[in-house]
């Protein structure tokens, strides 16, 4: 069964950290890229972060660059997304998706397995 898996999210404080984890399973993460996407209430799901298949290039969003970091570990077959300095506009639900390429893209057709998304929640 073909399944990606986020954890890591919660309730944090303005300023604080984070760190989402994506496990995959039942299939291999090592010849796609990954993004990160997340989704606000009432707005469209929008692009966060990606990750080539080697882990040699990245892209972010301008509204988190030098805050998040993505990252994977193909060995455990996992993708993660750390997060600091969080701010309130930050909160939504956060969703790991698979790519159907190597290379790296915020276009969610591109994407073809998608976890469940995990909810994020910044506030005092």
């Known amino acids: 069964q073909v399944q990606l898996v986020e954890s890591g999210g919660g309730l944090v404080q303005p300023g604080g950290s984070l760190r989402l984890s994506c496990a995959a399973s039942g299939f291999t993460l090592d010849y796609v890229a990954i993004g990160w996407f997340r989704q606000a209430p009432g707005k469209e799901r929008e692009g966060v972060s990606c990750?080539?298949?080697?882990?040699?290039?990245?892209f972010y969003a301008d509204s988190v660059k030098g805050r998040f970091t993505i990252s994977r570990d193909n060995a455990k077959n996992t993708a993660y997304l750390q997060m600091n300095s969080l701010k309130p506009e930050d909160t939504a639900v956060y969703y790991c998706a698979s790519a159907r390429q190597y290379y790296c893209s915020v276009q969610t057709e591109l994407y073809n397995y998608w976890g469940q998304g995990t909810q994020v929640t910044v506030s005092s």
């Open positions: 990750i080539t298949r080697t882990g040699s290039s990245t």
